[in-house]
Nanobody, 122 residues
Framework: HVQLVESGGGLVQAGDSLRLSCVPS??????MAWFRRAPGKEREFVAA????????DYADSVKGRFTISRDNAKNGVYLQMNSLRPEDTAVYYC?????????????????WGQGTQVNVSS
């Protein structure tokens, strides 16, 4: 049984930083990604990374502020979020098990975590 468990969310002020963590159990994933869903909006792509961090991809809205990296010892993934903005407020989801399609399409991913809430106040 595959599970993805996120942690690291919280309430911060604009300009602050947070680091999210996602650790899988029951599986090892070549590619992993982060998505987020803001209140009243569709789930959107944030960042993706390949095994051993050989390649990364980011949404334009987070480029230069967020960094995705792999924890190869734990087969997990991190999302370092710097210079946070109120518009980054969302539930952040970890995804693994890419089944085809493009990284930024949430239908391309088979497994999802339960989500971790990030709130950024102005």
């Amino acid at each position: 049984h595959v599970q993805l468990v996120e942690s690291g969310g919280g309430l911060v002020q604009a300009g602050d930083s947070l680091r999210l963590s996602c650790v899988p159990s029951g599986g090892t994933f070549t590619n992993m990604a982060w998505f987020r869903r803001a209140p009243g909006k569709e789930r959107e792509f944030v960042a993706a990374i390949t095994w051993r961090g050989g390649s990364t991809d980011y949404a334009d809205s987070v480029k230069g502020r967020f960094t995705i990296s792999r924890d190869n010892a734990k087969n997990g993934v991190y999302l370092q979020m710097n210079s946070l903005r109120p518009e980054d407020t969302a539930v952040y989801y970890c995804a693994g098990g890419k089944i085809g399609g493009i990284y930024s399409d949430d239908t391309s991913w088979r497994y999802w975590g339960q989500g971790t809430q990030v709130n950024v106040s102005s």
